[in-house]
């Protein structure tokens, strides 16, 4: 009999769609036969999820839940933006949030925890979900921050914590009252969901992603027939003005249009610890939403 592992599991997952406890249920019952696990899921009534798998799902919600010092953010995709003003839909995703706040962010630890006052896993109600509603449905990531502050932030929600694009900011201060911290974070919120930062100093860009913006624009420079010091230059210079793109400190303020963020925070007596960004479909095999 060939060993279960995570892999082998996560393999029939994405190839059927079903829950994480079910596809491992159906390995055990078939040595690990990914062939034979599907055929077993599909004929314990589980065909529903496992027809419905191989379509794109890149709609649906992200949401978040919170208490003092920790946040929890989870994006649930759908393949139409209609299930996302199903109530049943929204109350899951919530209850997902709400979960991730309590277990952590790892996905599969997530879909093996019950859902409060359900009784059953978040992998059995999302394979339920799935029969009911009729369309593929996946948990597709999750953050948790902690910190002295979590602030959050939701882009366009169709309820409190519901929306298409979520942020979470961890902040601590220096002689700041929590309440000024929290409304600082919730503006920080606001910011990032508009700004797209990648990194929150210069020391935390991707290292492959800045060569290549290096290489574009030492080509673009070479272009204007300059001598090669000067193209030097000339790329520098433009991997500064990149930087105040991609760099969550070197950005300037949207509140005002003139500060950059670092000086914010240095008035605010606060220091930026972490923040994360979930833009729904992003991706995952669409573009961004304007402002995502």
């Known amino acids: 009999?060939?060993?279960i592992t995570a892999a082998l599991v996560r393999e029939l997952r994405e190839k059927t769609g079903a829950g994480m406890m079910d596809c491992k249920r159906a390995l055990s019952e078939t040595a690990g036969d990914i062939e034979a696990a599907t055929d077993w899921l599909r004929k314990k009534g589980l065909a529903a999820a496992a027809k419905r798998a191989g379509r794109a799902a890149s709609e649906g919600l992200v949401a978040i839940a919170s208490r003092p010092g920790r946040a929890a953010m989870v994006e649930v995709n759908a393949e139409t933006d209609f299930v996302a003003r199903n109530q049943?839909?929204?109350?899951f995703v919530a209850g997902v949030a709400a979960v991730a706040l309590e277990f952590g962010q790892d996905v599969e630890a997530i879909l093996a925890a019950p859902l409060p006052g359900l009784g059953r896993?978040?992998?059995?109600?999302l394979s339920r979900l799935v029969?009911?509603?009729g369309e593929n449905l996946t948990l597709r990531r999750a953050r948790v921050l902690s910190a002295p502050v979590v602030a959050s932030y939701m882009?366009?929600?169709l309820r409190p914590g519901l929306g298409r694009i979520g942020v979470l900011v961890a902040l601590e201060g220096v002689g700041t009252e929590a309440e000024a911290l929290v409304e600082l974070g919730r503006q920080?919120?606001?910011h990032i969901?508009?700004?797209?930062p990648e990194a929150i100093e210069?020391?935390?860009v991707d290292p492959a992603a800045l060569e290549r913006e290096r290489s574009v624009l030492a080509e673009q420079a070479r272009a204007s027939g300059k001598p090669e010091e000067i193209v030097a230059r000339m790329v520098e210079g433009r991997i500064r003005k990149y930087y105040e793109e991609v760099v969550l400190l070197e950005q300037v303020w949207v509140h005002d249009g003139e500060s950059r963020v670092a000086a914010i925070l240095t008035k605010a007596g606060a220091r930026l610890l972490g923040f994360a960004r979930f833009a729904l479909g992003e991706g995952a095999g669409k573009a961004a939403p304007p402002g995502g």
């Open 1 to 3: 009999m060939a060993e």
């Open 88 to 91: 049943t839909f929204q109350d």
């Open 121 to 125: 896993t978040v992998s059995e109600e």
């Open 131 to 133: 029969a009911t509603i």
């Open 155 to 157: 882009h366009a929600a």
């Open 188 to 190: 920080m919120g606001m």
């Open 193 to 196: 969901a508009a700004s797209r």
């Open 202 to 204: 210069i020391g935390g």
